[in-house]
């Protein structure tokens, strides 16, 4: 919807207020900038307003997420603004630049995006970080994978806690969208989370703790992680309603949408025997026309038959494609498109099997 493309680009102006506001020095952003390697005209717009407002005050650097992956060997959109912000690590190789911030040395570091099928890879150039020398500098890491820790599923991270180098004062993460913050070694790593609610699945996490992203202060060995939450994120309800009362219910959620600058998304969960679907759309477009900016209904026909849920970590998937590939390096791939495509997202997929097929022809 335009309007929700319209929400990113006003959190990132946002961003923008109060990066300026905080007079931050350096600005990090690890991985998966645009939602896509192949942005909008608009989404360009956006970023390059962004780095013109803050560039004459923050250096700004970056590594490449799985969604900035670009096909096979194009280059990815950060590269348009590669004279405005500092790109590390994009050749799977680590790169590091030291900077002088009020007389401290500051080292950024920075390795983007390694899929899993090509771990070995990434964890030869963790080595390399975890062995520099960064006594008498300050030190910031970014790195965009998944961590075995912070993951719900079996299979779905690329890299063990145990394998982040811990001889940074700070690991800025990027991939999954919520926020966490953990100690690490004489430091502490941070996923800052989405700066929008990308997914049903964040409203909770939204609900919670907010979106937005992280100020750091690193000073004499001490690091502050303080969340800044932003003012303009458009709200999203949750809402279960029992088909038997579904007008006393609708009429009470109508009401209770007053007073918000945003016309919020809703996302509707129905429960009920029999449900006429038809009926419910109508009813929900009638009621809520004109208060919400779209609502997503979802039913829970207690008459329909369903198969029994299988519970998390009753089988390793990973296991059962090791053992059906044999070969790492294919069941590797097997597993990343696995993860793509139970994600819906194909797109990515078909970026993971090109890029290995170039680089097996290449071999």
Not at 225 to 251: F, G, H, T, W
Not at 278 to 302: I, T
């Amino acid at each position: 919807m335009e309007e929700r493309e319209r929400d990113v680009y006003s959190s990132l102006e946002e961003i923008g207020d109060k990066i300026l506001e905080a007079r931050a020095d350096i600005v990090v952003h690890a991985g998966d900038l645009f939602d896509s390697s192949r942005p909008a005209p608009q989404a360009y717009r956006a970023f390059k307003k962004f780095l013109k407002r803050i560039g004459e005050q923050a250096k700004v650097f970056a590594v490449l997420g799985d969604h900035d992956r670009p096909k096979t060997w194009g280059l990815a959109p950060h590269f348009l603004f590669d004279d405005q912000i500092q790109i590390l690590g994009a050749n799977w190789s680590a790169q590091q630049q030291v900077l002088s911030v009020g007389g401290q040395d500051v080292l950024v570091a920075g390795l983007s995006n390694v899929s899993r099928t090509y771990r070995a890879i990434m964890q030869e150039e963790l080595k390399k970080l975890g062995a520099l020398d960064l006594r008498g500098k300050l030190s910031v890491l970014l790195l965009h994978e998944g961590i075995d820790k912070f993951l719900p599923y079996e299979g779905a991270f690329e890299l063990g806690l145990d394998e982040v180098p811990k001889n940074f004062d700070y690991v800025a993460m990027g991939h999954l969208h919520f926020r966490i913050k953990a100690s690490l070694g004489k430091g502490t790593l941070a996923y800052p989370g989405s700066s929008e609610i990308i997914s049903r699945s964040e409203v909770d996490e939204w609900r919670k703790n907010g979106k937005g992203f992280f100020i750091v202060d690193v000073n004499r060995g001490r690091v502050d992680v303080e969340p800044v939450n932003l003012a303009c994120i458009r709200p999203q309800l949750e809402v279960k309603m029992k088909y038997s009362c579904l007008d006393e219910e609708l009429e009470r959620l109508a009401k209770s949408l007053d007073g918000f600058e945003k016309k919020p998304l809703v996302h509707v969960k129905i429960e009920g025997k029999d449900i006429d679907r038809q009926s419910v759309y109508s009813a929900l477009n009638k009621r809520l026309s004109g208060l919400v900016l779209q609502f997503r209904q979802e039913f829970l026909d207690e008459t329909v038959e369903r198969l029994p849920e299988v519970k998390s970590g009753a089988f390793q998937v990973s296991q059962v494609i090791q053992e059906y590939f044999k070969e790492p390096a294919v069941s590797g791939l097997a597993l990343e498109l696995w993860r793509h495509l139970r994600a819906g997202d194909v797109d990515e997929a078909k970026a993971v099997a090109e890029d290995y097929f170039q680089r097996e022809h290449k071999a």
